[in-house]
């Protein structure tokens, strides 16, 4: 059974601190890992993808990969009260469409 | 451009109705997926779509669940007959080919009774 594990939260950090978001997965054969912004009651939307090692920036948002580790994240940086949502990890093995979510992270930001 | 459609928007049904989600993907796209959201077992794929032809539906929990593609703009999600653990949020999502980007509609809350 392919899984990716994610900390459920909630995450809670002040307006203008950085969020890191962890997520782990299990199939070494993984290719592609993304993450999902999902704001309450509404549906996931694609923030960032990651496809090689090391760290990948867009703007305030850095992913990172570990596939010794089977490892990725994702750093916020300045965070803002409308980050706040959960934040969803997915990971795509050997086929080229599936993705495997992990539950979410509830991220909250103060202000 | 409209993004992803689905409806009903919200669906409160009794147990052993039938229960039918409708999706319209993001025109031009070949693939189409359902995914059922619960807080226990988070997203899930429950089917996969690629030129209306189903592809992979090994997610789909048993025989009372049924999928349709009959043309590039639609497709059913069934469940008959319904029962209260299938009580979740249902999405529909496209992406342009089976690798790019999945794009997710607004998502059918469904409550079986």
């Known amino acids: 059974q392919k899984e990716v594990e994610q900390n459920s939260g909630p995450l809670s950090v002040p307006e203008g601190a950085i969020a890191s978001l962890n997520c782990t997965y299990s199939?070494?054969?993984?290719?592609?890992f993304f993450w999902y912004r999902q704001y309450s009651g509404k549906s996931p939307e694609l923030i960032m993808f990651?496809?090689?090692?090391g760290d990948k920036e867009d703007g305030r948002f850095t992913a990172q990969l570990n596939k010794a580790s089977q490892y990725v994240s994702l750093l916020i940086r300045d965070s803002q009260p409308s980050d706040s949502a959960t934040y969803l990890c997915a990971v795509r093995g050997g086929s080229n469409y599936k993705l495997t979510f992990g539950k979410g992270t509830l991220l909250t930001v103060n202000p | 451009d409209a993004g992803v459609i689905q409806s009903p928007r919200h669906e409160v049904t009794e147990m052993g109705q039938e229960v039918t989600l409708r999706c319209k993907p993001i025109s031009g796209h070949n693939s189409l997926f359902w995914y059922r959201q619960t807080m226990m077992r988070g997203l899930e794929l429950l089917i996969y779509f690629n030129n209306n032809v189903p592809i992979d539906d090994s997610g789909m929990p048993e025989d009372r669940f049924s999928a349709k593609m009959p043309n590039a703009s639609f497709s059913t999600l069934k469940i008959q007959p319904s029962e209260p653990r299938d009580s979740a949020v249902y999405f529909c999502?496209?992406?342009?080919?089976?690798?790019?980007?999945?794009?997710f509609g607004p998502g059918t809350r469904l409550l079986v009774l």
């Open positions: 999502a496209s992406s342009l080919s089976s690798g790019e980007t999945q794009y």
């Open positions: 990651i496809y090689s090692n």
């Open positions: 199939d070494r054969g993984s290719q592609s």
